[in-house]
C-alpha cells in the first residue's frame, strides 16, 4: 500500500518571503500522480498544484512550485512571495495512475503566515 | 466554474441515528468518491463508485455505510446507527474520467452527541 509522509506539522514563514514544504513517499508502481491540495479554515479542499510521474519537468502554478524527485520519492511544494491568504493546512496526495484513483493523504502541514 | 456541491453543511444528530449525506456532483463527472477527515487527521478515503456501483471501499468502510446514486443527480453517503467516532468532516469528491483531477466538495461537518 502506498503511503504519503509528512514530517513538519507546523511551518510559519515571514510574508513575501519563501516556504518550502516537504513531503515523501512510498510506493512500487512506476506511474502515478502527486498533488498538493490547500485546506483554508473553511475546510474545503482546494487542489493547488499537479505533477504526473512520467514528466520529469517539475510543475509551476504562478507562485507555487514543486521539487519532485522520482528516484528519492520526495515532492516538496515551494510558496513564493508568500501571502496572508496562504496561511492553511498544506496535505500532500498520491494517486495510482493504474485505475485505483482513489487519493492517499499526507497528515498536512499547518502554514502560519507572519505579517 | 463547476463546482460539486454538498448538503447540508453542518448536520448534528444523536448516537444510533441514521444520517445521509448528500452530494450533487458535476454534471459530466462519472467517478464519485467519500472521504473522511476526523478533526485534526488527515483525510482518509471511504469508498469510491463508478457506474452505479461500488469499485473500492476502505476498511473504515463497513456494514454500518452505504452509497448510492438513487435518481441518477444525488451521490448519498448513508451512516446507520451513528457513533460518536462518526463525528467528522465527511467530503464528496468527484472526477471525470480516470487521471483526472478531482474536485472535492465544500464538506460536511457531522457532529454525533
Known amino acids: 500500500a502506498q503511503t504519503v509522509t509528512q514530517s513538519q506539522p507546523e511551518m510559519s514563514v515571514q510574508e513575501a518571503e519563501t516556504v518550502t514544504l516537504s513531503c515523501t513517499y512510498d510506493?512500487?508502481?512506476?506511474?502515478?500522480?502527486l498533488f498538493w491540495y490547500k485546506q483554508p479554515p473553511s475546510r474545503q479542499m482546494i487542489l493547488v498544484i499537479r505533477?504526473?510521474?512520467?514528466?520529469?519537468q517539475n510543475a509551476t502554478e504562478n507562485r507555487f512550485s514543486v521539487n519532485f524527485q522520482k528516484a528519492a520519492k520526495s515532492f516538496s511544494l515551494k510558496i513564493s512571495d508568500s501571502q496572508l491568504g496562504d496561511a492553511a493546512m498544506y496535505f500532500c496526495?498520491?494517486?495510482?495512475?493504474?485505475?485505483?484513483?482513489?487519493?492517499?493523504f499526507g497528515t498536512g502541514t499547518r502554514l502560519t503566515i507572519i505579517p | 466554474e463547476p463546482e460539486v456541491t454538498q448538503t447540508p453543511s453542518h448536520q448534528v444528530t444523536q448516537m444510533g441515528q441514521e444520517v445521509i449525506l448528500r452530494c450533487v456532483p458535476i454534471?459530466?463527472?462519472?467517478?464519485f468518491y467519500w472521504y473522511r477527515q476526523i478533526l485534526g487527521q488527515k483525510v482518509e478515503f471511504l469508498v469510491s463508485?463508478?457506474?452505479?456501483?461500488?469499485?473500492?471501499k476502505s476498511e473504515i468502510f463497513d456494514d454500518q455505510f452505504s452509497v448510492e446514486r438513487p435518481d441518477g443527480s444525488n451521490f448519498t453517503l448513508k451512516i446507520r446507527s451513528t457513533k460518536l467516532e462518526d463525528s467528522a468532516m465527511y467530503f464528496c469528491?468527484?472526477?471525470?474520467?480516470?487521471?483526472?483531477?478531482?474536485?472535492f466538495g465544500q464538506g460536511t461537518r457531522l457532529t454525533v452527541v
Open positions: 496526495a498520491y494517486r495510482s495512475a493504474l485505475g485505483n484513483e482513489k487519493l492517499t
Open positions: 510506493t512500487s508502481e512506476s506511474d502515478y500522480y
Open positions: 505533477q504526473e510521474a512520467y514528466k520529469q
Open positions: 454534471s459530466n463527472h462519472l467517478y
Open positions: 463508485f463508478y457506474n452505479n456501483e461500488i469499485s473500492e
Open positions: 469528491a468527484t472526477t471525470r474520467d480516470l487521471g483526472t483531477e478531482a474536485f
